[in-house]
DNA sequence: CCGTATCCCACTAGATACTG
DNA sequence: CAGTATCTAGTGGGATACGG
């Protein structure tokens, strides 16, 4: 976790939470997976070796604690959830299928055509 | 920007905001930065050609666009607004030395008495 | 079931210099 | 002012195999 030189609080929470695969695994413990192959399964495509440096970092930080075997997200951890949240309100009107939603804009647009293609390749490898 | 693989919104946003500087530079088009020159001095330990690659993937997923040689933040990148203000909360909260919030733990002060030492060492290279 | 250890390569990003 | 080019070291992370 490389910081960011930088005394302010967006690049403070940034250090945290973007590490690659960081949001999604905590996006399993706001859905309350404890186990580490609970979250493996969340995670297909992480090796599990990186997923368990991932959860000392976040425990390392105070996000998660370790109780009796279990991954738990501390209050800190807790309170990331409307940032996870709006992470997927976001996603999900400006990156997926959302078309409605957003403006009819021909550059969007072919972005929206762009990302549904790389994602439905990728839909055979995984389900969720 | 590698892809998660993932069909879900969370991974999508992910893949936008989780790259090394990306919410910093957010940050600052959110404060109305809109020339290369301000850009880089609200993240200036950031090398200008990685700031330049940054800017122009930004552009390509839609966040951004360019105006008149001005950047802008899209519909789409205005909406990231709450999410890095957010993040901004969260920090502040939790990363930096607002110990009246949260709960006197004996671990998480140590976390942040030793952030704060690193902060303050960091402080000395930057001004924000 | 619950992870850790190791290997190794692609790629990231930092440094520096240079140009329109 | 507004970037681009180049070069390289380091490391992040994927694959795989193994141990508690």
Request: with cysteine; hydrophobic share 45%; net charge positive.
């Amino acid at each position: 976790m490389t910081t960011y030189g930088q005394w302010c609080p967006v690049a403070m929470a940034a250090e945290v939470l973007t590490e690659r695969w960081t949001p999604l695994i905590v996006r399993e413990l706001l859905c309350d997976s404890t186990r580490f192959n609970d979250l493996r399964r969340g995670v297909p495509l992480m090796s599990p070796s990186l997923l368990s440096k991932r959860l000392e970092t976040l425990r390392r930080v105070g996000v998660v604690a370790r109780v009796g075997g279990e991954y738990r997200l501390t209050p800190a951890g807790e309170e990331l959830r409307p940032i996870i949240e709006l992470m997927g309100v976001w996603g999900r009107r400006w990156a997926m299928g959302d078309v409605e939603a957003k403006h009819h804009d021909a550059g969007l647009l072919m972005w929206d055509i762009h990302r549904n293609i790389v994602a439905d390749r990728l839909l055979a490898a995984t389900s969720r």
